[in-house]
């Protein structure tokens, strides 16, 4: 497609419930990235992948995130036994390449997650 | 490391004028690309527009020009015409093309404009 698709929109957990985001990047584009944004003006950046390899992970809290980019497949999320701090808004991104001239990350909408 | 510096919480405008978006950003990478992306109240992230480090000209796409200064390590958003619509939190964020910072983008925390009617 041509847009980052990223589901659902929002999602209401109890705390020590799992939660999965899902992202499908844009077609042909083979990077990937997730962020958190907390607070409406800070992003933490979690994961990123090269086609369906993970690429950098070092923002992921390991002990309860993980993520993966299949082939066919929507790129997911999953928090298990989330905690109140990880409600926040999840975005997904993708660009063609990581270097120029086809560097530019585009964004989903996002993922709000409220973890009472 | 990268950082990003917005050094205005927020701004207002009246409707139809020009408003100026400051960034400033530090980098020890020669070649980076620059990003500017607008979020509404609705939460989604906009790309407005892009310079990258080594383009000679500044960057236009519509309404929206970016005041590039490399020596001054500044990207300026500028809105011409004012709109409504154009009420929004603004990102100023940065991508370094060194494969040592894993292309990893860092966003500045934001400006948020008000666009007066």
């Known amino acids: 497609g041509e847009e980052v698709a990223q589901t659902p929109k929002h999602l209401v957990r109890g705390e020590g419930q799992k939660a999965k985001l899902y992202c499908a990047p844009i077609?042909?584009?083979?990077?990937v990235f997730w962020y958190q944004q907390v607070l409406k003006n800070e992003f933490k950046f979690l994961i990123s992948?090269?086609?369906?390899?993970?690429?950098?992970e070092t923002g992921m809290p390991k002990e309860r995130f993980s993520a993966k980019c299949l082939p066919n497949s929507p790129c997911s999320l999953e928090i298990q036994a989330t905690k109140l701090e990880d409600s926040a808004v999840y975005f997904c991104a993708s660009s063609v390449e990581a270097r120029a001239p086809n560097e530019k990350l585009f964004f989903g909408s996002g993922t709000q997650l409220s973890v009472l | 490391a990268q950082k990003i510096t917005q050094t205005q919480p927020g701004m207002f405008v009246q409707e139809k004028e020009a408003v100026t978006l400051d960034c400033t950003y530090d980098?020890?990478?020669?070649?980076?690309?620059l990003f500017w992306y607008k979020q509404p109240s609705s939460g989604e992230m906009i790309f407005l527009i892009y310079q990258g480090s080594y383009d000679q000209q500044n960057a236009t796409e519509g309404r929206y020009s970016l005041n590039f200064q490399k020596a001054r390590k500044s990207a300026n958003l500028v809105i011409s015409a004012s709109q409504l619509g154009d009420s929004a939190m603004y990102f100023c964020?940065?991508?370094?093309?060194?494969?040592?910072?894993?292309?990893?983008?860092?966003f500045g925390k934001g400006t948020l404009l008000t666009v007066n009617p």
């Open positions: 980098t020890s990478d020669p070649s980076y690309g």
């Open positions: 077609k042909g584009h083979s990077y």
């Open positions: 992948f090269q086609n369906e390899n993970v690429f950098d």
């Open positions: 964020a940065m991508r370094p093309r060194s494969g040592g910072s894993n292309y990893k983008l860092t």
